[in-house]
Structures are given as C-alpha cells and as structure tokens.
C-alpha cells in the first residue's frame, strides 16, 4: 500500500559540511522521491520558530503552505 503522506524528522550533517549546500542536495532528492510516488503531504517534526536557516530549506518547495498544523512552545519560570 503507498502512502501520499511523508513525515520527516532529523535532517544533520557533520560540521564539516554544514553550510555548503549539503542539505539542499538531501531535500532536492526527497522532493524528486516524493513527486515521483505522488506524496501529497509532508509533515515536519518541531522547528524552532527563530531558526530561520531551517525555515528558508522549504521556502522554495511548491504547494509549500507554511502554516502553522501544530505548535509546540516551552517556557521558562524561574522557581523560588
């Protein structure tokens, strides 16, 4: 049975590599992967809101909705 729904996780790539292009390399395989087994949706695991390096990877990708599906936030109280 095929699935037209992918969720994604962990996506990391040895400090030595960071920042060169490796993972648009990874995303533009996927994303050639998923259209080729008609994937219709793509679901991400958390991302912080202010990691704008992580956002911009799918800020190209067509029919991408940015949306928000499902918020997950921590807050901090100092206990005295």
Known sequence: ???IRVDMFLI?????YQKRGV???????????F???NVELVGT??????NNE??????HADGYD???KVA???????LQ
Do not use: Q, T
Not at 12 to 16: I, P
Not at 45 to 50: K, T
């Open 45 to 50: 695991g958390p991302m912080m809101e202010s």
């Open 35 to 37: 259209i080729k087994n």
């Open 23 to 33: 993972s648009v390399l990874i995303f533009h395989d996927m994303w050639n992967a």
């Open 66 to 68: 940015d949306g928000e």
């Open 1 to 3: 049975k095929k699935s």
């Open 72 to 78: 997950r936030r921590c807050y901090r109280k100092d």
């Open 12 to 16: 990391c790539a040895d400090s030595a």
């Open 54 to 59: 992580v956002l911009n990877l799918w800020k």
